[in-house]
């Protein structure tokens, strides 16, 4: 949620207005754009919430990641079943030489079922495994969500400075235009020196060379907002900057952390590995198999009566005798593999909760400035920049002194629009470290 901030937006020149008025062509120009913009879908302008909602609207990554979820959730089900059972069928004891099925006693036409038991602990330790796995991944795809907020944030505001730094710069150039010209008129009446004429054009030529760097950078910040948003990156952004929720205390959002689905994703492996190792002690106990089946004989015995059919049961059980080279290694790599899981958790917590400290401090110090440049700086840039134009037309400043003036003021405006971008980047890294809404 946005709350449009009250203070005002960045300061323009107060003298400026005058100058303007000079440029009518300029003035029906910034009159008439907003029509057209409104005229054309393309040029409507995107605002932070609306890059979110595309960005995160069917994003690939996390769909992969959730998709992986309910692939382990669809195996912790499987692994859980007993294997299927076996059938067998044959003929036993069948005379090779001079006979047929009836002429030896002992052949049988044989059916038999075979089902193996694996060890419940075994099956068990399995599903829970794969249940694991499906839980990190779950939670990994809201990392990830996470993170393409953040980063859609941060690219959405990369392009707000540069638009805005590109507008206060086009803002300022019909004054140095203005400037030039004034200067050159006092030069022809002697009043100035051909240095003042060379100071302003320079000046001039350095705006508009800063105008080509700006646009060079905003079309690279473009590209980079297209990877999560497409061809909308490249539509125009507001003018306002929506001012971001105050952010909680430091050690609540501390407290926030461990709801953190990178780290539940990190305990959801440690839960994964536990399960294996879960797996690899329970190698150790034997497994058993059960055999039925049923043997048909035909013919009949010396004594006339039809030959009985057979039944036969039987019990297969695992001895796992040899187990130092292959039980006691896996439950030992299965072991490595928990305490490994359980340090990447721990170096994990401490990286998350170092990033949240210093955001915070960024975030704390970026409020403080603010203050500053909108209660005195601001404010003082401008006062001086208009002092020094009023004593240049009095004859009481040099060109270099305008200049000066009317240049820090501008760069006081483009701090500030500075300012106020990494002020809001540091909210869009504690709301993602924080699970801060939107």
């Known amino acids: 949620m946005y709350v449009i901030s009250g203070r005002a937006p960045e ?22 754009s907003p029509i057209a913009l409104a005229n054309s879908d393309t040029s409507i302008p995107l605002s932070i919430a609306e890059a979110e909602t595309i960005a995160l609207q069917a994003e690939p990554g996390y769909l992969a990641l959730q998709a992986e979820a309910e692939a382990f959730g669809e195996r912790a089900v499987a692994a859980g079943q007993l294997p299927d059972p076996a059938l067998r069928i044959g003929v036993a004891n069948y005379p090779i030489e001079d006979g047929g099925f009836s002429t030896e006693g002992m052949t049988q036409a044989q059916f038999g079922f075979r089902q193996h038991f694996p060890r419940k602990v075994v099956r068990q330790s399995r599903t829970d495994r794969y249940e694991h796995l499906s839980a990190g991944r779950a939670a990994g795809a809201q990392a990830r969500y996470r993170d393409v907020l953040a980063a859609t944030r941060e690219a959405w505001l990369d392009n707000y400075y540069w638009h805005r730094s590109i507008a206060l710069l086009e803002l300022s150039r019909p004054f140095f235009e203005d400037l030039l010209a004034t200067t050159r008129s006092h030069y022809a009446l002697g009043r100035k020196s051909q240095f003042d004429v060379l100071q302003a054009e320079l000046e001039l030529q350095r705006l508009d060379d800063r105008l080509i760097e700006a646009g060079r950078v905003r079309r690279a910040a473009q590209a980079s907002l297209s990877q999560w948003l497409g061809d909308a990156a490249y539509r125009p952004i507001p ?15 501390r407290s926030r952390l461990q709801e953190h689905p990178a780290l539940q994703a990190a305990d959801a492996r440690i839960a994964a590995q536990q399960s294996a190792v879960d797996l690899a ?27 009985s059919d057979f039944v036969s049961l039987s019990v297969t059980v695992g001895l796992p005798m040899f187990s130092e080279n292959r039980q006691d290694r896996e439950l030992a790599a299965a072991l490595a ?7 990447s958790r721990q170096r994990l917590l401490a990286e998350l909760n170092s990033a949240l400290l210093s955001e915070h401090a960024r975030w704390t110090e970026h409020t403080r400035r603010m203050t500053l440049y909108e209660s005195q700086i601001l404010r003082t840039s401008a006062a001086s920049a208009d002092a020094a134009l009023l004593a240049y037309r009095n004859d009481a400043a040099d060109v270099a002194d305008v200049l000066r003036g009317s240049l820090e003021n501008l760069e006081a405006q483009l701090d500030y629009v500075r300012l106020r971008v990494e002020r809001a980047k540091s909210f869009v890294a504690l709301a993602n470290l924080g699970g801060l809404s939107r």
Not at 11 to 32: I, W
Request: aromatic share 8%; glycine share 8%; proline share 11%.
């Open 239 to 253: 003018n306002v900057l929506a001012d971001w929720p105050i952010v909680p205390p430091v050690e609540e959002l």
């Open 11 to 32: 300061h323009n020149y107060p003298c400026r207005l005058k100058c303007l008025a000079k440029f009518p062509s300029l003035l029906l120009m910034l009159a008439v």
């Open 337 to 343: 593999d928990r305490s490994a899981a359980r340090s």
């Open 281 to 307: 002690d329970a190698g150790k106990k034997p497994e058993w198999t059960l055999d039925v089946g049923y043997g048909y004989r035909e013919g009949s015995l010396p004594s006339g009566e039809p030959r």
